[in-house]
């Protein structure tokens, strides 16, 4: 019943700014198409989501799948993962990933690799990621590409964000814009609608070497980061990891070789372990399939979904565990995430969207392809969240820019408390949500009383409370699909029915209407302005004069 | 909630006045993402130092401003046919290859690039992991044809071979050009679009077109002299019948091989027979050609017409030049009898002068009675002399002293002696 006042904005054209996703496996490149559509670029070998991958061989340099395939013959020479290693000093970098392909060397306390017995930085190799990634969108749109808004993770230092301008500066294209990964991924589902809802998201980002979250309020369209966290322990590759590990079992078990012994068999595995996990997202069966995988002998063996789920459930476990961790940063209850935006490649895998639906119960949607046939692939978000923030600033010029990424503009004082109407039984309708920045106007249209007379507007701050109530013996869950889950997934404990309650605490002001119509609707407006004076103003729908009542805001230091 | 909200009510006041009881809990300062329209909104308000009202009245009045116009897409946006979606990629060589990338309007003319985006395009709306996600089962028929036809035209010597039967580019020479009289615009018009389409074929670049019914003469010969020597890289490969590859029939392989070899040559003398023809045709009827013998033959007669007139010139000088001449003769003949009969008058009125000026010495001595000496006197003066002594003498009135004056003047001259004149001159 909010309405709210912020401004109508169809996001413009503007072919020739792209979107960049820069992530550690993989990148992608999108664009807002005249018909205000975003597009999803793919290369020349048709793949949108690109991996982040090059590879030197003679005097050829491959990109993307075929630097991958690389990987197996050529691992020295083809460099992986290197996206978080951009301007970070050597001593800090964690290598890990980096165990299969070129190993990351120390160059001038920085990072570079040892390609063909040539010392190339990281810089250079992004470089060239980011050319490829360049020239196949220009390729596509047929104009040259020297702008772009490229995504960042929310971790980044100001010294690796400037680290990754310089880098861009060298091929000749403008960074206009870093936008923060989470930020990027909420954008699709948030700029869809005209008007924006209020709401808070917990952004859960799934990669393959990291996973990201954030709780980020949106309020009249405006988005606040509440809480952020990061695990470089666990991700898309983890389940790799215990795809292999299988495999090499599977593998032993019958032909009584390890192939982990064998680089190149590993290699393949891995390669194989991710078109498995990503076929199981699809489909309820894959076929693990590998030619001549060690010692002479192939491979070949179907697995299904459930068998997988059973395999990663500990690694399930862990990013299930990672968002109430994020939430609980955030200093919110989960109850009060109102929906969970799923980003990163492995976050299409339909079990992850089953646990966090149990987990936070009915008052938080999660968005996800299995959840929703509207929602996007997961691995697209971020693309497209930049591709539309770029068509946003196309009009603007560095100047503008850098003006509106000044501290007076982005710092700006919030709510801390939500205020609203109160009713009769200390209910309270919420007019202006807690975390809202200001300057804020929001109105409310309320139906007054049925018979003539006065009418009472009071204004005061809302509280939330959580109220708890156990429910003796879980119910069997019924609202689970078919593929009957794997018992004890979810905790068995008494289970327990958790509420929020908005509560009016502190009265704030009180407006009577005189000799108002009975069932006349009253509109309540409340402004609140950058330099903190708040002004509520109540009238009948229709009448001319309202009453209007000033008081003063604090910020707290 | 929002159900709730229905239900809510505001009440009748009890007792309240308009009253402030307190302020909220003090706000805290958070830093806000830079993205999102809404953030530009925010910005501006800051920026500006506009009110909430202020900013969208004005920005109201911006969002009027014409929405940005963009730049033509030069590939265009082709219907696609159905019939090609379906084609077997097996078949790929019954394949219209640029249609199926969506190039049918450009064809030979399309640049790499260009391919390389329709084929893009293409790509992106029939990837086989699209059509899954659609629903579609295993579909990648269209997809491999995309592939295909980006391979062999991305490759210089398979496009070529691909462009010399792609029968899609060819045009036809204009309708009956054999039978039936073309008009000017017709000729021009059709063998214009006909030449211009076989010059794609041409190993010298760029080819003389066909040009209009204004083309010099030196340009239309220097076109009819290009395409009677035309060089042309059509090469007929690509109709080849497919060599088996099994190495156990070694003959039927040599066979085919040899088979293709004769044809191809066989299809190459045809189309360069076929183009000579064609190009004959159009010379043999090119209304320039004719316009240009026209021309050459009015040019001869008017060269003749010149030459001829330079004679006839001469003529007309020469015979002028006699009649002026008669003329100038008459009149100098004319002029000297008019000098000659006028030097007579003057003689005869010079005579008649002296006569009568010597009368009126004569008279003039006979009444200052010295008629002796005047005889001499009159002898030795001139013409002027006398005339002018003879009015000196009838104006006066002393005649003997003006004879005096006059008889010293002509002394004073040496003309006479005073000796002479005694009577005179005592
Ligand atoms: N459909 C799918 N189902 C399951 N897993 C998938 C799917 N698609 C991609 N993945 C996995 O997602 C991971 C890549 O995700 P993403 O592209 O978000 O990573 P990134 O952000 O580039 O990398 P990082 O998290 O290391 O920075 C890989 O492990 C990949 O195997
Ligand atoms: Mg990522």
Redesign the pocket.
Known sequence: MTEDISRTETPLEMPSIVGISF?????SVAVVSRDGSIELIANQDGDR?IP?ALSYLNDDEYHGSQALSQLVRNANNTVV?F??FIGKEYAKIDPT?SARSAHPVESDSKVSYQINGETVSVDTISARHLTRIRDLAADYLGVPVTKAVVAV?SDFTDVQIQALHEIAKTIGLDILQTIKEPVAALIPYTFQSVHPSDKISLVL???????DGAVIAVRGGLMCILATAHSYDF???S??DILVDFIAKEFEKKYKVDPKSEPRAVAKMYAEA?NV??A???SKTATISIESLASGYDFHMSINRLKFELLARKVFELFTSFADEVVAKSGLDSLQISEIVL????S??PKISTLLSAKFGELTTVVSPSTSIKAF?T?ELIARGCAMQASWISALDADDIQEIMQPSVTVAAHTSKAIGVQLPDNELVVVVEQTTAVPIRKTVVLPGPADDGSVLVSIAEADTEIVSRKIEKPAPSENDDDDDDLDGFEDDEDEEIREIKVKSAASIADIVLEDVKGGSKIEIVINITSKLGMSIAARPVGSSSAVRLETECSLSQ | MATAELLVQLTHAAGQTNKVHGSPSPFVNRKIECAGPFFLSHARRILRGRTWSEDEKIEQAANFVATEETEEDDLGDEPEDPQILQHDPKEWKELDLYAALGLSKLRYKATEDQIRRAHRRKVLKHHPDKKAAQGAIDDDRFFKCLQKAFEVLMDPVKRKQFDSVDEGADVPPPENYNSKKLTDEEFIEGWGKFFEAEARFSKIQPVPMLGDMNSSKEEVEAFYKFWFNFDSWRSFEYLDEDVPDDSDNRDNKRHIEKKNKAARAKAKTEDVARLRSMVDAAFSKDPRMKKFRLEEKKEKERLKWEREAESRKAAEEAKKAAEEEAKRKEEEERKAKEQRESQKKNKEAAKNARKKSKRTIKAAAKDADFEVEVESLIEAMDDVQLSDSASKLSDAGDKKAAFVEIARGLVADGKIDASSFPKLLA
Request: proline fraction near 3%.
């Open positions: 992530g550690n496996k993989t990148s989501f982040s993962n996206r978080d990933h993770p980002d799934i990669g393959a070497s990291r996973t991700g898309g590759s389940l790799d991710e996990k990503r199981l997202s699809a980003a990163g490649g492995t299409n895998i692939n691995s």
